[in-house]
């Protein structure tokens, strides 16, 4: 039992007599052909029934539902919980619904998360094998990415006939533990034996490039093509040098054949849950995989999924780089709020007081509401009808709850609902799935994009901070300016652009709460994602490996002798 005497997730879990996964699928269309086990209650979706299931996806009758959320807490707001528990409640009321997520990544696994497959009645299973090595992607990737390194090196030790400059080399090494350690690293001894030397890294394998191009590819083939453009170096006379430069294309696409099938599992209610991929949501596009979304759109009539930390960073990418890349566009748009995090931002609290945000406080709850006003504005812009989400926890009083639903309902004229589906899964999530059905089916829709890809780099980088970060400008640093040079030299200036900044604000200073005005953003570093398709752009330090925590998650798991896991979640 947790604290509060509710139980604890891995004791639902536990509780839960699974399905045999085929049976989980078979009513949405996939037999037991399609799939490739590993063991009773997981498996991979053949790429043949990918593409058959694309296929008989003609009619456009299916609603895609996008989840994503307020400027958190450190704490999170109930995100995947809220993906899940909805996937769970269209399925309550008699539609057919499945739900698409990211992949759990071990770092924060074991770091400061805890387990990432939802939470409470709402979580997708078996939640210890998803968060543990699952079907072994994360594994595939991280060896892959390795392998690049390793051949990078090995042209550089054994004659460096593409003359690659060792002072620039764009590849790091991965590794899918935070471990702050191997943040920065010499490597090679020297001499005849012990390769050149020179300064490396490790990255979370969440971060790497390959991650991102695992999730936005939908072929074999396609994953190729982009894995052969990854620049990983330049050469002394300053031009790129490719993964295909070095030979390394077939390997990886090898290594990552298995991993580029969509893992199939079931929520705590047997809805099929389609993990796939965890693209960072600064770096990356943060969401799940869109050969994931193709097969689920086969599957279903609604296809509800969700992008990382705040709706200015996962929704805007989801909206300008996945919706482009996918061909797809947003049925309706769900942004997660809590008591908790409006208190967050009406208090203009930094760091957290976690006790402080679980007292009753009505005046900061309505104080913090522009927070939460500037996301469904700037939602809004992109032309889909927004449905707030207010993620009840325990301590919420109604008083609060109120303030939120009469201001989102009657000052803003904004669907909303207040979702208990931690506690009571897809039934406490009803009235939310009433309200996103009424959007997506009787609200006008003109979905588009906030910027043309053709527009110049800066013009890209001005749109995104103006109208999703309220800046009132943008300042660049002399390396900026040289980067976007090069990209026009390079001619990777028509693509889309990834901006990477703190999820704690709006702002580039995460000390700043509500809706922060009057602000310039600093842009300190831009850079090529060429294999995945986009322009990174660094507006601040960018953690790419976390460090564990004084206290890990870790220290609070343990397996007994009997094979029973505790301290997950």
């Known amino acids: 039992m947790s604290d509060d005497g509710f139980p604890t997730d891995y004791e639902i879990a536990q509780s839960v007599d699974l399905d045999p996964i085929e049976d989980i699928v078979e009513p949405y269309g996939v037999d037991a052909d399609d799939l490739e086990l590993y063991g009773d209650y997981k498996a991979k979706l053949s790429l043949d029934a990918v593409n058959r299931l694309k296929e008989e996806d003609t009619t456009g009758d299916e609603n895609l539902v996008l989840v994503t959320g307020m400027t958190p807490t450190p704490l999170g707001e109930g995100k995947t919980v809220t993906t899940v528990g909805l996937s769970q409640a269209l399925n309550h009321l008699d539609e057919s619904a499945v739900c698409a997520i990211r992949e759990p990544s071990l770092g924060p696994v074991f770091g400061v998360k805890g387990g990432a497959a939802g939470g409470g009645y709402s979580q997708v299973l078996p939640m210890e094998d998803i968060n543990l090595h699952f079907t072994g992607d994360l594994h595939a990737l991280t060896s892959a990415h390795n392998l690049i390194a390793a051949m990078l090196d090995a042209h550089i030790s054994k004659g460096n006939e593409l003359n690659i400059d060792s002072t620039m080399i764009e590849w790091k090494r991965a590794l899918d533990m935070n471990d702050r350690a191997l943040r920065e690293t010499v490597v090679g001894l020297g001499g005849s034996t012990n390769g050149v030397t020179r300064e490396d890294g490790?990255?979370?394998?969440?971060?790497?490039?390959?991650?991102?191009?695992?999730?936005?590819?939908?072929?074999?083939?396609?994953?190729?093509?982009?894995?052969?453009?990854?620049?990983?170096?330049?050469?002394?006379?300053?031009?790129?040098?490719?993964?295909?430069?070095?030979?390394?294309?077939?390997?990886?696409?090898?290594?990552?054949?298995?991993?580029?099938?969509?893992?199939?599992?079931?929520?705590?209610?047997?809805?099929?849950?389609?993990?796939?991929?965890?693209?960072?949501?600064?770096?990356?596009?943060?969401?799940?995989?869109?050969?994931?979304?193709?097969a689920a759109f086969g599957m279903a009539d609604w296809v509800v999924t969700e992008a990382g930390f705040g709706s200015d960073l996962g929704a805007e990418k989801f909206m300008n780089v996945?919706?482009?890349?996918?061909?797809?566009?947003?049925?309706?748009?769900?942004?997660?709020?809590?008591?908790?995090?409006?208190?967050?931002?009406?208090?203009?609290?930094?760091?957290?007081?976690?006790?402080?945000?679980?007292?009753?406080?009505v005046e900061a709850v309505k104080a913090g509401l522009e927070n939460l006003?500037?996301?469904?504005?700037?939602?809004?812009?992109?032309?889909?009808?927004?449905?707030?989400?207010?993620?009840?926890?325990?301590?919420?009083?109604?008083?609060?709850?109120?303030?939120?639903?009469?201001?989102?309902?009657?000052?803003?004229?904004?669907?909303?609902?207040?979702?208990?589906?931690?506690?009571?899964?897809?039934?406490?999530?009803?009235?939310?799935?009433?309200?996103?059905?009424?959007?997506?089916?009787?609200?006008?829709?003109?979905?588009?994009?906030?910027?043309?890809?053709?527009?110049s780099i800066k013009e890209k980088i001005e749109t995104v901070a103006t109208e999703i970060y309220g800046a009132e400008d943008v300042n660049y640093s002399s390396g900026a300016e040289d980067d976007i040079e090069r990209m026009e030299e390079l001619e990777l200036d028509d693509i889309p652009i990834v901006m990477s900044k703190?999820?704690?604000?709006?702002?580039?200073?995460?000390?700043?709460?509500?809706?922060?005005?009057?602000?310039?953003?600093?842009?300190?570093?831009?850079?090529?994602?060429?294999?995945a398709g986009f322009l990174v752009v660094l507006t601040g330090d960018v953690m790419v490996m976390p460090g564990l925590p004084a206290r890990p998650a870790a220290a609070d798991m343990d397996i007994d002798s009997e094979g029973n896991i505790s301290g997950l979640f």
Request: glycine share 6%.
């Open 202 to 294: 490790f990255m979370l394998t969440a971060a790497s490039e390959l991650m991102a191009v695992l999730a936005l590819a939908d072929s074999i083939e396609d994953l190729k093509d982009r894995v052969g453009r990854i620049i990983v170096a330049y050469d002394e006379d300053n031009n790129p040098v490719t993964a295909d430069d070095i030979e390394a294309t077939g390997p990886v696409a090898m290594l990552l054949r298995d991993a580029l099938q969509p893992n199939v599992v079931q929520t705590i209610e047997g809805t099929p849950a389609l993990i796939h991929a965890g693209p960072f949501a600064n770096i990356a596009h943060g969401t799940n995989s869109l050969i994931a979304d193709e």
């Open 373 to 455: 006003d500037q996301h469904i504005e700037n939602l809004q812009k992109f032309g889909s009808p927004v449905v707030v989400a207010i993620n009840r926890f325990p301590f919420d009083t109604d008083e609060e709850i109120e303030a939120v639903v009469e201001h989102c309902r009657e000052d803003l004229g904004v669907n909303v609902a207040v979702s208990e589906v931690f506690a009571n899964g897809g039934e406490g999530g009803v009235d939310l799935a009433e309200e996103v059905m009424d959007a997506a089916e009787n609200q006008p829709t003109d979905f588009q994009h906030l910027y043309d890809t053709e527009d």
């Open 502 to 531: 703190t999820f704690h604000s709006f702002s580039d200073d995460p000390s700043k709460k509500g809706a922060p005005e009057g602000w310039e953003l600093d842009i300190r570093e831009v850079y090529p994602s060429a294999g």
């Open 322 to 361: 996945v919706c482009r890349f996918g061909d797809m566009e947003p049925d309706a748009t769900v942004i997660v709020s809590s008591c908790r995090a409006l208190k967050y931002h009406g208090k203009d609290m930094w760091p957290a007081d976690t006790d402080a945000l679980e007292e009753e406080d």
